[in-house]
Structure formats: C-alpha cells, structure tokens
C-alpha cells in the first residue's frame, strides 16, 4: 500500500470538469453537448464513442482525461484494473430499453443495461485487460470504496487502478469521479484520507 | 485488516435451483442421467413463446413462496425467490446458525434483478409501486442477508454473465483478508422478458436445443436459477464437513468486443493462467473443466483455442451443462461453481448433451457420457460475460 500514488483525479459532473480539485472546463448545456465538446477535446475521431449509451459516454470521457497526461505503458495493459461503483446501474438505459420492445427491440441499446460495459468501453479503446469489478452501492461510501481497494492491492498482479463513482441518472443530474492508481512513488501516497479530501459528491 | 494470501478458503456448503433441479440432489440426479431441463416457456407472456426454448423452473413464484413460508409478502421478484431458495439450502446444509459470533456476509451477482416484476407492473404504474424498491440488482441480495441474518457485509456485483463467478471471488478475497469469517456467494437471475428479447435481437438464440461445442451449434438457449455456496475460513470450520477448498480464482478483461470474444480469447486464456497460477497447480493437474460454453459460434471456439494454448494442445476432459441447464446469466457462475463441486464430492463428470462433431477449428471433444470414479481432484470453471468480462475459478479437493 504505502508503494502505490494517486497519480490524477477527474470529476465530471453538472458540465464542470475538475482535474485534481482544479476546474478545467465549464460547458453550458445538456449532457449531449458537454461529451460531444469534451470528445473533441480529448478524444477527437473515436466513432465508438458515438453508440455508447449515456453512462458508458460519461466513464469513458472521464477517463479519457483522466489518462490524457498519464498514459499507461503499452507493457503495462494485463495489468490494469478496475472497480467503478454507482448507485443507479443502468437504469436510465433500461427505461429506453424497455420502451424499444414494443416496437423493434435493439441490440445496440441492450448491451448497456449492463453496468460493466462501461469498463469493457475503456478497455475496450486502450487494451487493458485486467481484472474489472462493478458494484452497486446506495451511496457513495469511502469505507466501502477503500475496503475494495485494499482487498485488490492486495491480491492480484494489479500495476495500475481506475477507480471510482461514475452515476448518471439525467442529462442534468450526472457524476462521474474517477482515479488513476499507480504502483510507484508520487507526491500524494494512496490513503483512504487522500482520497476522501479529493471526493467529491455532487 | 490483515491480508494473509495463504489463507484458505473452503467450501462448506451448496444450494441450487435450476431447470435441473430444485436442490443438489435432484441436480445431481439428473446430471448424473442426462436429464436436461429445455423446454418451452411457460411463465412468461411473450410473442416468441413457440419460436424459442429455455432452461425454465417449472415451479411458480407462489409456490417457490410456499416453500420458503414466504406467503403473504408480494414483492419479492422471481430473481430473489430463485435466490433465498438456494441460500437457504446452502445456509442449512453448512449447518450455519444465526449469531454465532462469526462474521457473515452475503455477496450475489445478478443482471436482470428484478425486472422480471418490473416489466409486468410498469404498465400500469400508479397502482402498485413495491416494483421500484424491488427493481435494483441489490435488493435480492439484502433480502437474502435478512432471511439468514447475515449483515457483516453485504454486496451485489453486476458484470454480465460472469457476475455469478465474480461474487465468490469477492468472497473468497474478503475471506483472506479477515473482513469476513464466511461468506454466503453465488449468483441468481430469472427469466425475463427484457433479457429474452435482447438476446433475441442479439441473434445468437438456438431456436432448437442447443449443441454446444458442436460443429453445428447454433446459438444458446436462456435459462434461470441460483447457485449459492457457503464458503468458510479455517477459524469457523470446527470440524464441519468440508466439499473442497477454493484453490484459485482470477478475472480479465479480454478488450476486444462487448459482446463477442477475441479471435484467439486472450481474455479467456488470461482468467484461467491467472488462476491456475494462484492454484499452485500444474496444468495436467487438472482433472475437469466446467467450461462456459454457451453454445454460440464465437463462445465456443474462442474458449477452446484458449483452453488449447493453456494446457499446451493437451486440454483436459471438460464439458459444457448448459445444454441441461440454458444460460441463465449472472446465476450462471453461482449454477456451474455447484456442478464443480458436485463433480469432486461424487467424483463424477458430467456430460455435454448434443455434442455430435467436433469444432473444426479446435477439435476439441468434449465428455458425453457421464463418467464415475473419474478421480476429480481439481476442477476449472469458466464464466465469461458481455463487456469482455472473463472469470475463473478453481475447487480443489481436500
């Protein structure tokens, strides 16, 4: 534990981009129009992006910053590992779903109502293929989320962590906060009082 | 919190239903017979009744409530029957008893939660709202905690098919690091319209009886049960009867496609080095491998190369149950981890029904005929899931 950094936090919620507490970038509007902006900032020409639903658009994005200056070595990708929690799964994708089987059911919308999708679209565009965890929890809880990762450091190969809370529940009421974990010494160690001074909950 | 890899985690107890069987007798029987449980639907109120069959559990939610002297409570989902029927079995035959001063946990994995009442109740929204609170992959989970007591520690994971397999991994790692004494893991999901549509659209449903691994294969069949297991440190074993000790777990993702496995399954090939790694053991040392074969044309052959490059072109007897059982999904792992056990406690291997020819890409030929005395020391299984979520375990016997 004491060998591992928060290399970098994101936190994507309400239009407002905050990098390690600092506000990057403030769009005005809808949820469509703050990704598509950050897309092209961050990710400009990813045509996937473009079918995933709202939840897996949110985690994604935000990880796409998250890694943006802290791109994980290519020798590194068996070794990254996640855990993302939230309290709706996928609910807002399950309404729209469930509305489509009346008429012609889609696959392409079926897929997400599956919450560990979103981690399969990160892996998806940076090959990583580590061991992926999802849960679901009422709330965020900083004992729960550090008992989880403390249960991971321990037992398996992991070099690198993504972590965090990614919940989308209406284009206006969103949170995706997210950390990048690394083994190796930083100037912030991996405590759970680091990371509950970095946690925001909107 | 003190980690102690060395740790050992056993198995104490087991608790199944499915189309197969309402407990592990029955289970057993019919493995053991090649009675397998694919039929038409007939719970659900769906157009593709006559154009698709299931692994269904003949017994209504009401008389599942009877068994469980539920009567009375109308909201419990279908998932969350399936799940308190097979913890209880688990919970009894571990001999657990409430409040015993060991701390108790509960993890189960699920994907549809409880749609299946949803999906019925939403229609006319307004008159009953129980639905919303029964709605989330949590709930079934915190029922079956209250219906056993166990609230040191309650958790539900959700990642697709493998989520079964994923709880006890969770467990069995909580269990390691002390956080937990014992824990109550496994999967449950029931049939729903919600997932036989999407898996319809999906278009690798077997309108006929699945074949998996069969050159011919045509898609899988959806089924629904639970599989729970009772999984104990040393500490609160007290010279209890123990099935066989979880030796080795591992899970990946194989980054290639949400729904469809890469062409050489790395990710399947990664979860099961990962976990023989763990086990300590030597590839010929394993006896049986419980394979995830669903019966689609990408499942199969992917996990075969991947078994193919594992143990060096020298794979070991394995087969796939869910031609008796249909794919049910996050019970899946909870379902198969059961069929592990069961098949070191009997030393038996149970058959892949319908299998005629084999994959030629693979060539692999899986087990048909039941085997006895087959001398099952360790046995793999494999749950892979939507999202390229790939999970092993390994059960070793005592």
Not at chain 1, 50 to 74: Q, R, T, V, Y
């Amino acid at each position: 534990m004491n060998n591992w950094s928060i290399i970098n936090n994101v936190v994507l919620s309400n239009g407002k981009v905050h990098i390690n507490n600092e506000l990057k970038h403030s769009i005005e509007g809808d949820f469509a129009t703050v990704s598509k902006e950050l897309l092209n900032t961050y990710s400009k020409g990813y045509g996937k992006f473009f079918k995933m639903d709202k939840l897996s658009k949110l985690g994604f994005i935000a990880s796409e910053i998250l890694l943006h200056n802290n791109p994980i070595p290519e020798e590194d990708n068996n070794e990254v590992a996640f855990l993302i929690g939230n309290s709706e799964a996928t609910t807002y994708t399950d309404i729209k779903y469930h509305e489509s089987i009346a008429n012609i059911p889609s696959p392409a919308v079926f897929v997400y109502t599956l919450p560990n999708i979103l981690i399969g679209e990160i892996c998806l565009k940076n090959c990583f293929r580590g061991e992926n965890l999802f849960y679901i929890s009422q709330d965020f809880n900083i004992d729960e989320f550090w008992m989880h990762i403390t249960t991971l450091l321990n037992s398996s190969s992991s070099k690198h962590i993504i972590a965090g809370w990614v919940n989308f529940i209406n284009d206006e009421e969103y949170l995706s906060n997210i950390y990048l974990f690394s083994q190796g010494k930083n100037q912030l160690q991996l405590t759970k009082e680091n990371i509950q001074s970095t946690f925001i909950v909107q | 919190m003190q980690f102690d890899k060395d740790k050992k985690v056993f198995v104490t107890g087991i608790g199944i239903i499915s189309a197969i069987g309402t407990n592990a007798k029955e289970t057993l029987s019919s493995l053991e017979h090649k009675k397998h449980g694919i039929s038409q639907i007939s719970h659900i109120k769906t157009i593709h009744k006559d154009e698709l069959k299931v692994g269904e559990i003949k017994l209504t939610n009401a008389e599942i409530k009877e068994r469980l002297n539920l009567q009375g409570d109308n909201t419990y989902p279908r998932t969350t029957l399936l799940a308190i029927h097979a913890a209880k079995e688990a919970y009894e035959d571990a001999g657990l008893k409430r409040n015993d001063g060991f701390k108790t946990g509960v993890i189960l994995g699920t994907t549809v939660g409880g749609m299946d009442k949803s999906e019925v109740v939403y229609k006319n929204i307004g008159e009953d709202l129980s639905f919303i609170d029964s709605h989330h992959c949590g709930y079934t989970t915190e029922r079956v905690a209250d219906f056993l007591g166990a609230h040191d520690f309650v958790s539900s994971l959700s990642t697709a098919c493998s989520s079964g397999v994923n709880a006890i991994l969770l467990g069995a790692r909580l269990i390691k690091h002390g956080i937990l004494d014992r824990a109550i893991v496994g999967g449950t999901d029931a049939l729903s319209k919600f997932t036989i549509n999407g898996f319809r659209t999906l278009m690798i449903l077997h309108t006929e009886h699945s074949c998996p691994f069969d050159k011919n294969r045509k898609g899988l069949n959806l089924g629904e049960g639970a599989g729970i297991i009772v999984l104990e440190s040393e500490k609160s074993l007290n010279g209890k009867k123990v099935y066989c000790e979880l030796t080795g777990y591992a899970n990946n993702n194989d980054a290639f496609h949400q729904t469809a496995s890469s062409p050489d399954g790395l990710g399947p090939y990664l979860s099961m080095k990962n976990a023989l790694e763990m086990s300590g053991l030597k590839p010929c040392e394993i006896d049986y491998i419980n394979v995830h074969g669903t019966g689609t044309d990408n499942n199969d052959v992917t996990e075969g190369l991947a078994m193919i490059k594992l143990f060096d072109g020298k794979v070991p007897k394995f087969s796939s149950t869910k031609a008796f059982t249909g794919h049910a999904l996050g019970g899946a792992g909870g379902i198969e981890s059961v069929f592990s056990i069961l098949a070191i406690e009997h030393d038996m291997i149970f058959p892949n029904l319908n299998f005629k020819e084999a994959i030629p890409e693979i060539n692999l030929i899986p087990v048909t005929e039941t085997i006895k005395n087959a001398g099952v020391k360790n046995v793999m299984t494999n749950s892979f899931g939507f999202g390229g979520n790939d999970s092993t375990l390994i059960f070793s016997k005592v």
